[in-house]
């Protein structure tokens, strides 16, 4: 069974830093493009970065680019979202989710994990 | 960036009926549109890609179409687990982008 657990939110001040993982198990997640995609309280969907299998193509939304990093480690079937500079508006709930085979839809979706950027 | 206009905001149906969301792309994405439900407690869930088709595990009664950028997800005879949260998502260039969501709801 495909299985995306996300960890490492929690509340955080305003320009400080925080780190999600997202550990895979039930594929082989060397094979899979994956993606962060967050949503604010109450709000839509928001992609914010793309990771290719092999790190080599990698994509951010205009709203998080220069502060926020993604990565992987396919030794760990860990995927990372290194957040820094937060502000207020990246609250949210941030979900990995797996880039489908020969597709950009995202055809499996972690439960996500909560970040509050407060004073 | 492509915009994607979502339509309605809110339905409300019954169990048995049929039901359509609309997603309009700004600009051409070809095919290459995805639909999610959205349920709480529950990971969101790939219904259709690439327009009109159905993931593996989806119910039939599932079904996307495309007339240019216009793009449909029909829901045909409701079942209760249908109500939800629905959102498209071009996958066909970055940035990747949903549109604004479509909650279901039972009357």
């Known amino acids: 069974e495909v299985q995306l657990v996300e960890s490492g939110g929690g509340l955080v001040q305003p320009g400080r830093s925080l780190k999600l993982s997202c550990l895979a198990s039930g594929f082989t997640f060397s094979n899979y493009g994956m993606n962060w995609i967050r949503q604010a309280p109450g709000k839509g969907l928001e992609w914010v970065a793309s990771i290719s299998s092999s790190s080599s193509y990698i994509y951010y939304a205009d709203t998080v680019k220069g502060r926020f990093t993604i990565s992987r480690e396919n030794a760990k079937n860990t995927l990372y979202l290194q957040m820094t500079s937060l502000r207020s508006e990246d609250t949210a709930l941030y979900y990995c989710?797996?880039?489908?085979?020969?597709?950009?839809?995202?055809?499996?979706w972690g439960q996500g994990t909560s970040v509050t950027v407060s004073s | 960036d492509v915009q994607m206009t979502q339509s309605p905001y809110n339905l409300a149906a019954s169990p048995g009926e049929s039901v359509s969301i609309n997603c309009k792309a700004s600009?051409?994405?070809?095919?290459?549109l995805a639909w999610y439900q959205q349920k709480p407690g529950k990971a969101n869930k790939l219904l259709i890609y690439d327009g009109s088709t159905l993931q593996s595990g989806i119910p039939s009664r599932f079904s996307g179409s495309r007339s240019g950028t216009d793009f449909t997800l029909t829901i045909r005879s409701l079942e209760p687990e249908d109500f939800g949260l629905y959102y498209c998502?071009?996958?066909?260039?970055?940035?990747?982008?949903f549109g604004s969501g479509t909650k279901l709801e039972i009357k």
């Open positions: 998502q071009q996958h066909n260039e970055y940035p990747l982008t």
């Open positions: 600009k051409s994405i070809s095919k290459y």
């Open positions: 989710a797996r880039r489908g085979l020969g597709t950009y839809a995202m055809d499996a």
